[in-house]
């Protein structure tokens, strides 16, 4: 599986040219839709060949600017290694493939720019959270998101508690035995400590803190704290990142994989990266019952705003799809019902408009959208 991050997403916001080809489709890990890929590929190819040809273009001219995808095609390598979609964007001197864990429909897009709509799903409830995976013996941390998840390693952060504060196995045996088994028991409770065992797991977890502090001084992603729940009380205490969350992943977690964690943390995160989408839907909402001007469900004011740089938020449909032609000089716009060579695709130029100018854009599905319509936006003025 490949990443696709933001920079992707704005990298390939900026490619635009005639002729840009943009390919999805559903790929298989095993079985034998595994050999069907790159057939399917192909045959997306030779669509894409005879649309650059009613382009107007000539055909070995297409051939060869097609030559990525060819090669692609026969990478035996590239097709041992899928997930479950694939997304391809050909341009001149931009070629890119993202194989992902999304499911593509088969579809073959040419226009002036590349079609990133499919793909902004994967984005819009992700973002960076961190996991801080705590115990008295072994101290772990994670950067991750809905997809991912990598160790980070800091050199200031201790390994345990014992390298911590410089004692070696025969001092810390009475602390692990009130501790119960270092804390290495999946227990939930509460344990009874003394005010000096108290007080070294406080130096320990400090200094893990002063760690994170130079790591995440600059970031406002929430940190998850994996640890039996009378650890987490005393971090809390220590800890002086201001988007701690405010529970932690209960139970030890020495015998868990980056995986098994990542799993786990993401459910107590999620509704931090689906918040804003709410939010907004309940501010067009608002403003559409209001009549409020700042508030569209309509194509040709969408469009507009967009290539004014007053779009704040834009909301469409998964399932939506417009073609059409414009002028943007005399402010003309002509939606068509049947696409034809030559025509745009006015939702993804409504889309790239409105991310390259730091709006905000939700993919729901048709019944979840506002007004049922297929596009709905809040303007900024």
Not at 69 to 91: N, P, T
Not at 97 to 108: C, I, M, Q, S, W
Not at 166 to 195: M, R, V, W
Not at 261 to 283: G, S
Request: charged fraction near 25%; charge should be negative; proline fraction near 6%.
């Amino acid at each position: 599986m490949d990443t696709f991050r933001k920079q992707d997403l704005e990298r390939l916001l900026h490619v635009e040219a005639e002729g840009c080809v943009t390919i999805y489709m559903p790929t298989f890990k095993a079985g034998p839709e595994v050999q069907q890929a790159p057939i399917m590929l192909k045959n997306l190819a030779k669509e894409a060949e005879e649309h650059l040809v009613q382009l107007g273009r000539r055909r070995p001219e297409v051939l060869e600017s097609l030559k990525p995808i060819e090669k692609l095609i026969h990478d035996s390598e590239f097709w041992k290694h899928q997930s479950d979609g694939l997304a391809v964007f050909l341009a001149p001197e931009t070629f890119e493939t993202f194989r992902l864990p999304l499911h593509f429909e088969p579809a073959v897009s040419i226009d002036h720019k590349l079609n990133v709509r499919p793909l902004l799903s994967h984005l819009q409830d992700d973002g960076t959270f961190y996991i801080l995976a705590i115990s008295l013996n072994d101290a772990r941390f994670f950067k991750a998101s809905k997809f991912e998840i990598e160790e980070v390693e800091i050199e200031s952060l201790p390994l345990n508690k014992d390298q911590a504060l410089g004692l070696d196995k025969s001092q810390s045996i009475s602390l692990k035995n009130a501790a119960g088994a270092a804390f290495g028991a999946p227990t939930h409770g509460s344990l009874e400590l003394s005010d000096i065992e108290k007080t070294e797991i406080r130096q320990y977890f400090r200094k893990v803190d002063h760690a994170l502090a130079e790591q995440l001084k600059t970031e406002k992603a929430p940190l998850v704290v994996a640890s039996v729940e009378a650890l987490f009380s005393l971090y809390k205490e220590t800890n002086t990142y201001p988007h701690l969350m405010a529970d932690c992943l209960k139970g030890n977690p020495e015998p868990l994989s980056p995986a098994q964690l990542h799993a786990k943390a993401w459910p107590m995160v999620e509704e931090n990266f689906t918040a804003p989408m709410a939010t907004t839907l309940d501010k067009f909402s608002m403003l559409y019952g209001q009549k409020s001007p700042l508030a569209s469900a309509k194509l040709e004011e969408i469009f507009f705003a967009a290539h004014q740089s007053r779009v704040e938020a834009l909301m469409l449909a998964k399932s939506a799809a417009q073609w059409g032609k414009f002028d943007l000089d005399l402010q003309s716009l002509e939606p068509v019902s049947v696409p034809e060579p030559g025509h745009r695709d006015l939702l993804s130029a409504i889309t790239a408009s409105a991310l390259l100018t730091g709006g905000a854009v939700y993919v729901l599905e048709l019944e979840d959208m506002p007004e049922e319509e297929p596009i709905a936006a809040v303007f900024r003025y």
